[in-house]
């Protein structure tokens, strides 16, 4: 007697369907979990546009807001008192010369400019090939806000000081410039020791202009140079990353210059400075400001071109970007790269402090 069995296998067909249907639900996972990368990555990327745009713009707004401080000697003569105006003498191993502090505490270059560099000054020129081409440069002078008395009085010839308070001397580099103060005249001079074998003397070259008592101030001395340039790194497709740099030295440019990335993703920094004119704010480019009239700047607009440094877009990017009233397409001069890295513009305007109060 024959038996037989109440089970039977898929007909071709069936199968066929089942692997249709089967590679049908294969492809909406990819799908699916393609677009959720695409999204994390764009929602990664925006995050790190914030972060690289805001913090490019508060380093820059922070030391554009302290350009000219000097302590308590007088930022600019006073117009009720001129010959109380104060004199801030550079002083080296060479000579002593009077510094046109309030021409230099904030200086601006427009790269787009022919010849933007010919007269520049040497802490510039140090620079010059380091530059992206179409983007702005900015020099800022200043002291810091953290002072401190000398222990003793300092005679002309001293050739060193002692603080009284230990973390300004520490703050205070060999090879950096530092001013000391009586609030009626002040010198530049630069440090020639080492803070961690000095045993909390500051020594320095040359012959001050004369004594200061122990109610003198010394506060280190800023001179801050910031620029967009190339990080030697590039995306996948070839595309350049850059960044914001920073360099600081000597005024005079004798000092090798020690050259600092700060933010990866900046590729543009636009600047226009503000003047006042007869009652009225007018800002300009640098190109369009004579070299003497930046002694009367006493606002900024600064203007920030953050890019993500991965190729996150799914299309090229052909728009335009207004940075500090600037316009910076994808085309021509100062132009973005025309790729598929996400971009976001950052604006602001910054009031320096010791230009807009009269003392």
């Known amino acids: 007697m ?15 369907i089942s692997m249709v249907l089967s590679m049908l ?35 820059l707004s922070q030391d554009i807001r302290m350009a000219g401080y000097q302590g308590c000697t007088r930022h600019q003569p006073d117009p009720n008192n001129p010959n109380a105006a104060s004199q801030i003498s550079l002083v080296t191993a060479l000579s002593t010369t009077e510094y046109p502090f309030r021409d230099m505490a904030i200086r601006g270059y427009d ?29 800022v002078q200043f002291a810091d806000t953290q002072e401190s008395a000398p222990t003793g009085n300092v005679a002309s010839n001293a050739g060193s000081v002692t603080l009284v308070d230990g973390d300004v001397s520490s703050r205070i580099l060999n090879g950096e410039q530092f001013i000391i103060t009586d609030c009626t005249k ?31 101030r010394v506060l280190k001395f800023n001179n801050n140079i910031y620029f967009v340039g190339d990080t030697a790194r590039a995306l996948p497709d070839g595309a350049p990353v850059r960044a914001l740099f920073f360099t600081t030295g000597a005024v005079d440019g004798s000092d090798a210059p020690i050259v600092t990335e700060l933010m990866a993703g900046v590729e543009n920094i636009q600047l226009m400075y503000g003047r006042d ?51 910076i397409a994808s085309t021509g001069e100062a132009a973005h790269g025309n790729d598929r890295r996400m971009r976001r513009r950052f604006n602001t305007a910054v009031n320096i402090r010791n230009r807009r109060s009269r003392l």
């Not at 990819?30 to 805001?54: K, P, V, Y």
């Open 2 to 16: 024959k038996h037989t069995s109440g089970q039977r296998g898929f007909t071709l067909i069936e199968l066929m």
């Open 25 to 59: 639900a294969a492809l909406a996972v990819i799908a699916l979990f393609s677009s959720q990368n695409q999204t994390f990555r764009s929602t990664s990327a925006m995050s790190d546009l914030q972060e690289t745009g805001r913090i490019a713009l508060d380093i």
């Open 111 to 139: 790269t787009s400019a022919p010849g933007w560099a010919d007269n520049a000054d040497a802490d510039i020129q140090r620079i010059v090939d380091l530059v992206t081409p179409g983007t702005d440069v900015i020099a």
């Open 186 to 216: 002040a010198n530049i001079v630069r440090r020639t020791n080492d803070p961690t074998t000095s045993g909390g003397a500051l020594t320095f070259d040359g012959t001050l202009t004369g004594s200061f008592t122990a109610d003198a």
């Open 277 to 327: 004119i007869s009652g009225s704010m007018q800002f300009n480019s640098a190109a369009d400001i004579p070299a003497a009239d930046f002694s009367d700047i006493v606002s900024v607009k600064v203007g920030v071109l953050a890019s993500s440094t991965e190729l996150v877009r799914m299309n090229d990017d052909a728009a335009s970007y207004t940075l500090a009233g600037i316009t």
